[in-house]
């Protein structure tokens, strides 16, 4: 079945540092999702990517997906303690009953 | 936005007793619902899909017996543990989309502790 491999598990940065995760897929998918979840809260969602190539900002972070439609990452540019929390990308590939394959997520913590 | 509402949000029940959880789409329709679980620290683990006016798609491995699910309209999906025991315990949550191409939009999940 599909898998989607999130790297790396854990990141740890100083406040003002740069990170990045990165999500890899075992097929092509229709789009792909990123959610963040804070402690003890539930995945919100933060963006969707369908085209192949495609490059979206939110403020400090910016999302790309690959050409191939199968790779995707997550970019923020100078951390923030605000900045918490588990990333997860979530494949969907629309042959598939329109199910979302998660991630296992990148738990980022950030030093002040 | 889409809200979707998931209630209780905490639950501890004996061993043995059932608990009914509700995922509630407020402001769209849902044809479908998906169920997940999550571990301390791990990922999200689809359970089952929920389709509305008709029998819920189980994952390998999910006990379509223990994990009841109904979805008896196009805004509310039910997700019945059955004689919890405490190996059940674990946070529970309900997603929704209003179309195929959206994205999922999240319950606030339901902790569960079966003591």
Redesign the interface.
């Given at each position: 079945g599909q898998q989607v491999m999130q790297i790396p598990q854990y990141q740890h940065v100083q406040e003002g540092e740069d990170f990045t995760t990165y999500c890899n897929s075992s097929t092509t998918l229709?789009?792909i999702?990123w959610?963040k979840q804070r402690p003890g809260?539930?995945?919100?969602?933060l963006i969707?990517l369908?085209k192949s190539g495609e490059v979206k900002k939110q403020k400090r972070l910016t999302f790309q997906f690959g050409e191939a439609k199968k790779n995707s990452s997550l970019h923020i540019t100078a951390t923030q303690t605000t900045d918490v929390g588990t990333y997860?990308c979530?494949g969907t590939n629309?042959t598939n009953?329109?199910?979302?394959?998660?991630?296992?997520?990148t738990?980022l913590t950030v030093k002040p | 936005g889409a809200v979707v509402s998931q209630h209780p949000s905490r639950v501890i029940c004996k061993s043995g007793t059932s608990v009914k959880i509700e995922c509630r789409s407020l402001d769209f329709q849902a044809t479908t619902m998906f169920w997940y679980r999550q571990f301390p620290k791990q990922s999200l683990m689809l359970m089952a899909t929920s389709n509305e006016g008709s029998k819920a798609t189980y994952e390998q491995g999910v006990e379509k017996d223990k994990f009841l699910i109904n979805h008896a309209s196009l805004t509310l999906s039910t997700l019945t543990v059955t004689s919890a025991h405490p190996e059940d315990s674990s946070f529970y949550i309900c997603s929704a989309r209003d179309s195929l191409n959206s994205p999922l939009h999240f319950g606030n999940g339901t902790r569960l502790t079966v003591t």
């Amino acid at each position: 079945g599909q898998q989607v491999m999130q790297i790396p598990q854990y990141q740890h940065v100083q406040e003002g540092e740069d990170f990045t995760t990165y999500c890899n897929s075992s097929t092509t998918l229709s789009n792909i999702q990123w959610y963040k979840q804070r402690p003890g809260g539930h995945p919100v969602f933060l963006i969707q990517l369908v085209k192949s190539g495609e490059v979206k900002k939110q403020k400090r972070l910016t999302f790309q997906f690959g050409e191939a439609k199968k790779n995707s990452s997550l970019h923020i540019t100078a951390t923030q303690t605000t900045d918490v929390g588990t990333y997860f990308c979530a494949g969907t590939n629309n042959t598939n009953a329109g199910k979302s394959t998660f991630g296992d997520g990148t738990t980022l913590t950030v030093k002040p | 936005g889409a809200v979707v509402s998931q209630h209780p949000s905490r639950v501890i029940c004996k061993s043995g007793t059932s608990v009914k959880i509700e995922c509630r789409s407020l402001d769209f329709q849902a044809t479908t619902m998906f169920w997940y679980r999550q571990f301390p620290k791990q990922s999200l683990m689809l359970m089952a899909t929920s389709n509305e006016g008709s029998k819920a798609t189980y994952e390998q491995g999910v006990e379509k017996d223990k994990f009841l699910i109904n979805h008896a309209s196009l805004t509310l999906s039910t997700l019945t543990v059955t004689s919890a025991h405490p190996e059940d315990s674990s946070f529970y949550i309900c997603s929704a989309r209003d179309s195929l191409n959206s994205p999922l939009h999240f319950g606030n999940g339901t902790r569960l502790t079966v003591t």
